[in-house]
């Protein structure tokens, strides 16, 4: 079955700086690369997500990249503010089920 | 107007007893999931369902038993409760059990004393 490895566990930045989260896969069936956001308490959401069609995709300050290849996957956000402060999920998903990284706690100072 | 409910929020219960989980979606779609997050914040998923029909039952003690009623609906029944058990699940739905957004309900909270 599919194996998704996510770095880094916990990442800290200074409002206004980038960060960018990586993860792979080990299946190579997989085809569709979500990216979820889960708030303290609250459910994870969808805040992103990638076809195998596709190398790069991006959402006004969020952006994910896709290497088929390497079978690695990436989420940049750009001008982080203090409510992106969450913890991150990628997960990998083949024709049968979607699997999430051990997810990263993002904390923006202000 | 909810998309994806669970009850209860929280469950707080004694080792050894035999508690359920229920699931709801009304959006219309075919699969539904149970995920259990531990205290590390790790989403494991533990079964899915696509039209009522199991897919994909992981690893899990068979004190866990999930009932799909119709694909609306699918609970998790938990037997002989153990102190291990506790973490939060979450159930999810998505359209199809390919290339599609899962969607996630709030979560229950349970703790086993």
């Known amino acids: 079955g599919e194996n998704v490895e996510q770095h880094p566990s916990t990442l800290s930045v200074q409002e206004g700086d980038s960060a960018v989260i990586k993860c792979t896969y080990s299946?190579?069936?997989?085809?569709?690369f979500p990216w979820y956001k889960q708030e303290l308490g609250k459910r994870p959401q969808l805040i992103i997500d990638?076809?195998?069609?596709?190398g790069e995709k991006k959402d006004q300050r969020i952006a994910v990249t896709l290497n088929k290849t390497a079978k690695h996957f990436s989420l940049h956000i750009t001008e982080t503010q203090p409510e992106d402060s969450a913890v991150y999920f990628c997960?990998?998903?083949?024709?049968?089920?979607?699997?999430f990284g051990a997810g990263t706690r993002l904390t923006v100072k202000p | 107007d909810t998309a994806v409910s669970q009850t209860p929020k929280y469950l707080v219960t004694q080792m050894g007893n035999d508690k359920s989980i229920k699931c709801e979606q009304n959006?219309?779609?075919?699969?539904m999931y149970w995920y259990k997050q531990d205290s590390k914040k790790f989403l494991k998923i533990m079964f899915s369902?696509?039209?009522?029909?199991?897919?994909i039952n992981e690893t899990v003690p068979n004190r866990f038993s999930p009932k799909s009623p119709d694909k609306a609906h699918l609970n998790l029944h938990i037997n002989s409760l153990e102190l291990g058990d506790s973490a939060v699940y979450f159930c999810?739905?998505?359209?199809?059990?390919?290339?599609?957004?899962?969607?996630f309900g709030q979560g229950t909270r349970l703790t086993v004393v």
């Open positions: 999810a739905s998505s359209l199809g059990h390919i290339n599609t957004e899962a969607f």
């Open positions: 990638i076809r195998s069609n596709v």
């Open positions: 299946d190579s069936a997989s085809n569709y």
């Open positions: 997960a990998a998903q083949d024709n049968n089920d979607m699997r």
């Open positions: 959006l219309g779609h075919d699969t």
């Open positions: 369902y696509n039209n009522k029909e199991l897919i």
